[in-house]
């Protein structure tokens, strides 16, 4: 499902235009980003949790040469 689908959903279930029902979604999504970017967790009963992790750094290989690499530590 992408958010094309879900923006129809919401379209087609409560009556919004397309365009209020995407701005509702993308407010969603922005809440949602700006919450885990201040290192919150968050937790939608019987949907998911969602949390930033934080990743070391790590051998990986580049896969067209074979070339060992350090992949940068990151968040996730």
Do not use: C, W
């Not at 992408?2 to 979604?25: C, F, P, R, W």
């Amino acid at each position: 499902m992408t958010k094309a689908d879900i923006v129809e959903q919401i379209h087609t279930n409560l009556g919004y235009t397309k365009k209020e029902s995407a701005d509702m979604l993308e407010t969603v999504f922005s809440i949602m980003k700006n919450t885990l970017e201040a290192g919150e967790k968050i937790k939608i009963a019987r949907f998911g949790n969602f949390e930033l992790q934080q990743k070391k750094d790590r051998r990986g290989r580049n896969p067209q040469t074979g070339e060992s690499i350090t992949i940068k530590a990151r968040r996730i």
